[in-house]
């Protein structure tokens, strides 16, 4: 379904990916994981092109995401939902709003199918009665469920995390897990970057470990957790066990 080759990227002072490569099937919930500034995000960012990459490739269902092609990089991008740390969330625009906004606007439903449709989702991640709040209303763990079912909105055929849960207080970040592994249970194919080790383990088919830039290790789940092959990886899962 997505297809990532040899992905180049570098910021200033940076080489943020050296040469990625990396491919995800329809189905799959693949977890990227990692020390911080292991290129974890950018590497997310760079497939739902937030990032352009210097050189390299990345295909959707083996036709080229190109930024040259604006028209058709648009229709490519809308197949993909990205759910961000901090929410990104409209402050100005109730919870029903922020959903309704991008199928209104960029699909172009009625304002009454998008209303189904949002409600429809903010059923699945229990928040329906908080349609009408505005998100300085709302707990970190709320507005990060109202920020997947806004993506989901859009009806993707992929879902995209970045760390979802590492602005949250732990007593959050079960709620926003649940929602998640629901999604994954439902067959949503989903590449997540997380520091959520448990969630990596038990929902995910997939870990990718990502150091300095490069993947170290992709692995079935319990075999990267149970059978590491990198001394660096043995490293990191010492390190996150241990704390």
């Not at 906004?101 to 903010?122: F, I, K, N, T, W």
């Not at 520091?195 to 870990?207: D, I, L, Q, S, Y």
Request: hydrophobic fraction near 40%; charged fraction near 30%.
């Amino acid at each position: 379904m997505i297809r990532v080759e040899n992905i180049e990227k570098r910021f200033v002072g940076t080489h943020a990916l050296k040469g990625v490569s990396l491919e995800v099937q329809k189905g799959e919930i693949v977890s990227l994981i990692g020390p911080s500034g292991s290129g974890k995000s950018t590497l997310l960012r760079c497939i739902h092109g937030l990032e352009t990459p210097e050189s390299g490739e990345i295909y959707m269902d083996d036709e080229l995401m190109d930024h040259n092609n604006e028209k058709k990089f648009r229709e490519q991008r809308n197949r993909m939902g990205f759910v961000f740390q901090h929410f990104n969330l409209f402050p100005n625009y109730t919870v029903i709003e922020n959903c309704k906004l991008a199928p209104v606007q960029v699909l172009g439903m009625s304002d009454e199918q998008a209303e189904r449709v949002a409600m429809d989702y903010l059923n699945r991640v229990g928040l329906a009665e908080k349609r009408d709040e505005y998100p300085n209303k709302l707990s970190g763990g709320q507005k990060q469920r109202v920020a997947i079912a806004r993506a989901l909105c859009m009806n993707p055929e992929v879902m995209l995390f970045d760390e979802p849960t590492s602005a949250l207080d732990p007593e959050m970040i079960k709620e926003v897990l649940e929602v998640m592994t629901k999604l994954a249970e439902a067959g949503m194919t989903m590449i997540v970057v997380t520091h959520e080790m448990g969630f990596a383990r038990k929902v995910g088919n997939r870990v990718v470990f990502l150091d300095q830039g490069e993947i170290i290790e992709d692995a079935a789940s319990e075999e990267f957790f149970t059978n590491p092959q990198s001394d660096r990886a043995k490293d990191f899962l010492s390190k996150v066990f241990y704390e």
